[in-house]
């Protein structure tokens, strides 16, 4: 049985990561600074440490095959100053830590935050749609910045010891099995407003797959940037006519697309570890 690393796992998304390769067979251990939650008691193995200490990483990594790192200051509002610190330092101390104790794999969160249009102080658009990995990132902000260094780093460390790595950039994120939150969901699938997270989701159930398929079939010793994503948008209205209103210079670029496409491009994560999201806000009936 294998053992995997869940940084971040008092958080909503690696909480639900951790419980995925629990279910999946895996042998987990969960780090984090805050308690144990609820839903993990009994099931896994945890450590208590901090992302900026290199001792508690050295001893969170002993001993286990791969990494899912989520451990991060999650957004701008959460405490820019700090961020660099805790997320570019932490994370590059974190593959110290797996150099260290001979760990071939790991995945990491990045975000769709990179390419710079969320959180933009000064608003722009895309370079062109569909949106993938190639399209330049520009962010504005410490945390879409502090996801570029990550994912640099990650690479680096690939061509420093071949550690496989994957830096799975993930949109917003959503918890459709929460009913606490139908009534937002309802008027943000409604509105006509541009979104400057392109009208892309993930269920956060697809994002515990993707880490799982990341770690497991990537090719050894490579590097993957990959975007996470439902192959749908995240509204009711035809997405070809939200670009139209919003975009109207890239009309021609998306006339292909289905009335319920996706800005992204999807293909990196299928073709580099066979990731297809496959959870919908069109499957929920208070949604629907």
Known sequence: ???????????????????????????VRGFDKSGLPETLRGKLDWVYGDLTNRFDLLRATEGVDAVAHLAAIPAPVFGEVD??????????WLLDACECNGISRVALASTGCTFGI?????????????MDEAH?????????LSKVCNELTAAAYT????MTTTALRLTTVMH???????????????SDEFRTDLWTYV?????????????ERQEEKTHVTALLCA?????????REHVKAHMPEFSEQVAHLAPDGCLYDLSAAEAAFGFVGSRSWRDIPELR
């Not at 008092?10 to 390769?21: I, K, M, P």
């Not at 969320?118 to 569909?130: D, E, G, K, S, V």
């Not at 269920?203 to 770690?215: C, I, N, P, S, T």
């Open 1 to 27: 049985m294998k053992t995997v690393l869940v940084t971040g796992a008092s958080g909503r998304v690696g909480s639900e990561v951790a419980l995925h390769f629990v279910e999946q067979g895996w042998k």
């Open 136 to 144: 330049p990132a520009l962010p504005q902000d410490m945390y879409g």
């Open 231 to 239: 192959r749908d948008s995240f509204c009711k209205r035809d997405i």
């Open 176 to 190: 459709f099995e929460e009913r606490r939150h139908d009534h937002w969901l309802r008027r943000a699938l409604d």
């Open 118 to 130: 969320i959180f933009a102080r000064h608003p722009f658009q895309p370079q062109y749609l569909p």
């Open 159 to 162: 061509r420093r010891c071949g």
């Open 83 to 92: 961020i660099m610190h805790v997320n570019v330092a932490g994370t590059q």
């Open 203 to 215: 269920d956060v159930r697809d994002v515990a797959l993707a880490f799982r398929l990341a770690l």
